[in-house]
């Protein structure tokens, strides 16, 4: 059976609180995003089989995490998909490097293609509808520690991300 699987970089407890907070001074714009599911996708995979996840595992083993900082300092409004982010207006090319890397990967896999280019953000809001007004955000900075991959799925009607597998950076 195949599993609805995305790459990303979790977001640890003070830096979800410092995100809380966008979220409340933003107000009641659309379907606040729980804490708990706070994350930085790098590369969404879609439905993966599992013969894909183990030739991909085997392709990321030796996956290296680069030692860095993102700092997230706009407001995104991604209207077509009707959510509101918090994003960064330099992309640090070490990241940009490892997405590229993973959703290269998964695209050769006959997994999903990111046609877009990659804009790290971290999404605060779903179901925003029509067009708003951002004010300029105080930045968050989220250091990258560890990159999971992550299975997606419902239990009793409940979104679920639980990841599958770690990779860390040896800071
Ligand atoms: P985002 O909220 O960071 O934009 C898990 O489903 C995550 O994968 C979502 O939170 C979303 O990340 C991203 N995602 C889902 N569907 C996607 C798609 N079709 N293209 C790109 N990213 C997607």
């Known amino acids: 059976m195949a599993e609805r699987l995305f790459f990303a970089i979790p977001v640890g407890i003070s830096h979800q609180m410092?995100?809380?907070?966008?979220?409340?001074?933003?107000?009641?714009?659309?379907?606040?995003?729980?804490?708990?599911?706070?994350?930085?996708?790098l590369a969404f995979l879609g439905q993966v089989t599992h013969a894909q996840k183990q030739a991909l595992l085997q392709r990321w083993q030796d996956l290296t995490v680069p030692e860095l900082h993102l700092t997230l300092d706009r407001y995104l409004h991604f209207e077509r998909a009707g959510v509101v982010c918090l994003g960064c207006s330099d992309t640090p090319i070490a990241l940009n490097r490892l997405a590229q890397q993973l959703r290269r990967d998964a695209a050769r896999h006959g997994l999903h293609a990111h046609r877009a280019p990659f804009r790290p953000h971290v999404t605060l809001f779903r179901n925003v509808h029509g067009a708003i007004e951002l004010p300029e955000p105080n930045p968050v900075t989220l250091p990258l520690n560890e990159v999971q991959l992550v299975r997606s799925y419902r239990e009793m009607g409940k979104l679920v991300y639980s990841p599958l597998m770690r990779w860390r950076n040896v800071s």
């Open 18 to 41: 410092a995100l809380i907070k966008h979220q409340t001074h933003l107000g009641d714009i659309g379907r606040v995003v729980p804490s708990t599911h706070f994350h930085l996708t």
